[in-house]
Nanobody, 123 residues
């Protein structure tokens, strides 16, 4: 059973940056797509960024609300996926969850979740 542990959340002022990390252990990593979801109070959990798994080239996809500001990347040698978040605004405030998909693309659905890390952006 894979374990996903997020880190890097916190409080930041609007316009600032944070980098989230998700360390995976105990399961397959490199061939699985990975993603970052977020859930704000009273809202549904949404996928903000995803990255495909090997052997395909790592294709990335982003929610419109974060395009140009967030960057997802992965280090398959270390089993870590990152989310670099720049130019943050208060609407980005949410709990951010790391997720592993069943297959090499997000279309395969999520099979594992991290515990979540809080990101709070003050105005």
């Amino acid at each position: 059973q894979v374990q996903l542990v997020e880190s890097g959340g916190g409080l930041v002022q609007a316009g600032g940056s944070l980098r989230l990390s998700c360390a995976a252990s105990g399961g397959i990593f490199s061939i699985k797509a990975m993603g970052w979801f977020r859930q704000a109070p009273g809202k549904q959990r949404e996928l903000v960024a995803s990255i495909t798994g090997a052997p395909s080239t790592s294709y990335t996809n982003y929610a419109n609300s974060v395009k140009g500001r967030f960057t997802i990347s992965r280090d398959n040698a270390r089993n870590i996926v990152y989310l670099q978040m720049n130019n943050l605004n208060p609407e980005d405030t949410a709990v951010y969850y790391c997720a592993r998909f069943r297959g090499p693309t997000p279309a395969s659905g999520v099979d594992s979740w991290g515990q979540g890390t809080q990101v709070t952006v003050s105005s």
